[in-house]
């Protein structure tokens, strides 16, 4: 938590750090985690998701997309929002050199969805995974009491 107690958090401030956000909602406190904690913690418990790793830099993405060994990756700006790929926060590329230019564009600006409003959010991560054919998708939200 970046410098804030519960008691904060318990008094209407946002709490934060690097990956996780916290909020009081109607008496409760809520944590928002982005996309690649909540994948490690589902892939800890056994459930299959796509090779990949974050990324911080535009040359760290190019390196961890020729590790996954194939033709195309996608790039996913690890913001606390909805609405990414259309706010030009998701792109699928292929693996080249013209990757570095693609991670820079999403990294280090404010991704502006419905979400975020006009203020947006930065993007300081970017999720690097293989592509892999969509079936079907499915949103999860989970509340634990």
Not at 129 to 135: N, T
């Amino acid at each position: 938590m970046a410098h804030a107690s519960s008691r904060d958090v318990a008094h209407g401030h946002v709490a934060q750090d690097k990956y996780r956000t916290w909020k009081m909602i109607g008496g409760i406190v809520c944590m928002n985690l982005h996309e690649f904690l909540a994948k490690e913690l589902l892939a800890a418990k056994g459930v299959a998701i796509p090779r990949g790793s974050v990324c911080y830099d535009p040359l760290e993405a190019l390196i961890a997309a020729r590790k996954l060994k194939t033709d195309r990756v996608v790039l996913k700006a690890q913001v606390h929002s909805g609405g990414r790929g259309k706010a030009g926060g998701v792109a699928l590329v292929p693996v080249d050199d013209n990757i570095r230019v693609k991670a820079s564009e999403i990294l280090n600006r404010k991704l502006v969805t419905n979400q975020t409003g006009p203020q947006g959010k930065p993007v300081s991560a970017l999720l690097v995974e293989e592509v892999l054919p969509i079936d079907q998708e499915i949103y999860l939200g989970v509340v634990l009491d």
